[in-house]
C-alpha cells in the first residue's frame, strides 16, 4: 500500500487532464465544442493507450533488471527503449495526423463536432513524443521502486494543466485548441522534470552520452514486453471506440453522457490500476531476485485489495452518480444517460478490479502475451454483444456487454492462475499459489 498509494493519487491527477478539459470546455465553450473533445476522446485514448501500455512493459523488464541487479543489461535496455519509443511515437503522431478526422466521420459523427475534434487532436498530435516521455520516465521510476516522485510531478502538472486552462480557454478566449496547448505544455514540462531528477538522483537510470544508443540485439527483448502491453490497452480504447459508433443512433447527448461516464469510470480505475503497478514491480523485482514467497504474497494480498477497493468505490458511485456527472454539464439529457450507465455499473466493477488484480500476476511474470490475448478476446465479446444489445436495451446494453467481458476474463484468467500456472511453475521449483 505503501508502494500503491501514489500510484492511485498520481493516476487521480493524470486523469485530472481530461477531466479539467471536459469541465472547462462544457462550461465556457459549451455544447459543440463539448461534443468535439468527447468524439475525439477515444482517438486520443487510443494513442495515449498506446504509449502508456508499451511504457508499462519496459517498465515490467526493467523492475526484474533491478531485482536481479543486472545494471549492465538495465542501461541497454533503457537506451533501447527510450530512443526505439521516441521513433514510434513520431510515427503514430504521422498516422494520425494523415487518418484521425477520416476515422471521426467513418464513425457517424457530425461535421460540426469533427471540425471541433480536429483542432483540439491537431495540436495533440504534434506534442505527442512528450506524452511518450513523460510516461516513459514514469514507469521506469517506478519500476526501480519510486512511486512518489512520478505522483510528486503528476500533482504539479495537474495544478499547472487547470490554471492554464482557466487562463487559455477562460480568460484568453482561445477556444478548444487553448485546452490542448495547455496539456502539451504540462507534459513538456514533465518530461524536464523528470530528466532533471534522474540526473540528479537515480544514476542507475541517468544515461550518458556514450550510454545512448540503440542495441539492435535487445530490439527483440523489448518488443515482446512492449508490443503486448501497448496493444492490450489499445485494443480495450478501440473497443470503447467501436461502442461509441453503436451508439451513435441514440443521439448526441446518449454520446456525450456515455463519454463523460467514461472520463468518470476511468478516475475510479485509478484505484485499482495503483495496486495493480504495485503488484506488477513487486512481483516483478521478486521474480528477477528469486524470491517466490514474495510473489505469491504480492498475489494473494493484492487481490484481496482489489475487492476490498472495487466493494468501496461500487457503493459511493451508486449513491452519487447524477452528481458526479452533473459537474461537466447542465444538459440534464446528458446527465440522465451518464449516470445511468455510471449507476448501473457501481457494483460490477467488482469483476473489473479483481480482473486486474489477475492480470497484475501474468504482467509481473512476464506474461504479456497473455494478457494482451484475455484482454482482445473479452473485448471482442463486449463489441460483439453491444451489436446486439444496445438496439434493445439502450445504454444498459453496453453494461450488460461490458461486465460479461470483465466475468469472461476473470473466469478464463483467474482460473488458469490458480490451476496451470501453479502446477507448472511448481514442477519448475516457482511459486505456489
Not at 481530461?18 to 465544442?33: K, N, W
Not at 471541433?116 to 521502486?145: D, K
Not at 453494461?399 to 482460473?415: D, F, H, K, P, T
Amino acid at each position: 500500500m505503501s508502494f500503491a498509494v501514489p500510484v492511485i493519487l498520481g493516476g487521480m491527477f493524470q486523469q485530472l487532464y481530461s477531466i479539467v478539459d471536459a469541465i472547462v470546455v462544457g462550461r465556457f465553450l459549451g455544447d459543440l465544442p463539448l461534443s468535439g473533445i468527447s468524439i475525439a476522446s477515444p482517438v486520443m485514448d487510443i494513442l495515449y493507450a498506446l504509449l502508456l501500455g508499451a511504457s508499462a512493459g519496459v517498465g515490467v523488464l526493467v523492475g526484474q533488471l533491478f531485482g536481479a541487479e543486472n545494471w549492465d543489461k538495465l542501461t541497454r535496455v533503457h537506451a533501447t527503449a527510450l530512443l526505439g519509443g521516441c521513433a514510434l511515437t513520431l510515427l503514430l503522431s504521422a498516422l494520425g495526423f494523415a487518418f484521425a478526422e477520416r476515422i471521426l466521420l467513418a464513425q457517424g459523427a457530425d461535421a460540426a463536432s469533427v471540425a471541433q475534434a480536429m483542432r483540439y487532436l491537431n495540436v495533440i498530435l504534434g506534442g505527442l513524443v512528450f506524452c511518450f516521455l513523460y510516461n516513459y520516465c514514469a514507469a521506469v521510476l517506478r519500476a526501480s521502486g519510486d512511486s512518489k516522485t512520478p505522483f510528486v510531478v503528476l500533482l504539479a502538472s495537474s495544478t499547472l494543466h487547470a490554471l492554464l486552462d482557466l487562463l487559455l480557454c477562460g480568460a484568453l478566449h482561445l477556444g478548444i485548441r487553448g485546452v490542448a496547448v495547455s496539456t502539451v505544455f504540462c507534459q513538456i514540462v514533465s518530461t524536464l522534470w523528470f530528466a532533471a531528477y534522474i540526473r540528479a538522483r537515480c544514476p542507475r537510470l541517468c544515461l550518458t552520452r556514450a550510454a545512448l544508443r540503440a542495441d539492435p540485439s535487445l530490439f527483440g527483448t523489448i518488443l515482446g514486453y512492449a508490443w503486448a502491453a501497448a496493444l492490450q490497452q489499445a485494443v480495450l480504447m478501440i473497443g470503447r471506440f467501436l461502442v461509441q459508433g453503436m451508439l451513435t443512433p441514440l443521439g448526441g447527448t446518449v454520446v456525450t453522457g456515455y463519454n463523460m461516464s467514461m472520463r468518470v469510470e476511468q478516475f475510479l480505475f485509478c484505484f485499482k490500476q495503483g495496486i495493480s503497478e504495485a503488484m506488477v514491480v513487486g512481483i516483478a523485482q521478486n521474480r528477477g531476485h528469486g524470491s517466490r514467497e514474495r510473489v505469491r504474497l504480492f498475489y494473494r494480498d493484492g487481490a484481496r485489495a482489489e475487492a476490498a477497493l472495487a466493494l468501496a468505490v461500487g457503493a459511493g458511485v451508486f449513491l452519487a452518480a447524477p452528481r458526479i456527472i452533473a459537474v461537466f454539464s447542465d444538459n440534464a439529457a446528458v446527465i440522465a444517460a451518464g449516470a445511468r450507465y455510471t449507476r448501473t455499473m457501481a457494483f460490477p466493477y467488482l469483476f473489473a478490479f479483481l480482473g486486474e488484480s489477475i492480470q497484475a500476476y501474468f504482467r509481473g511474470i512476464g506474461r504479456l502475451r497473455l494478457t494482451m490475448a484475455s484482454s482482445s478476446l473479452q473485448v471482442v465479446l463486449r463489441i460483439v454483444l453491444s451489436y446486439f444489445l444496445i438496439a434493445r436495451w439502450g445504454i444498459y446494453g453496453i453494461c450488460a456487454a461490458v461486465v460479461s467481458g470483465w466475468a469472461l476474463l476473470v473466469m478464463i484468467e483467474g482460473g488458469y492462475s490458480l490451476r496451470v500456472v501453479s502446477a507448472r511453475e511448481n514442477a519448475q521449483g516457482g511459486i505456489a499459489l
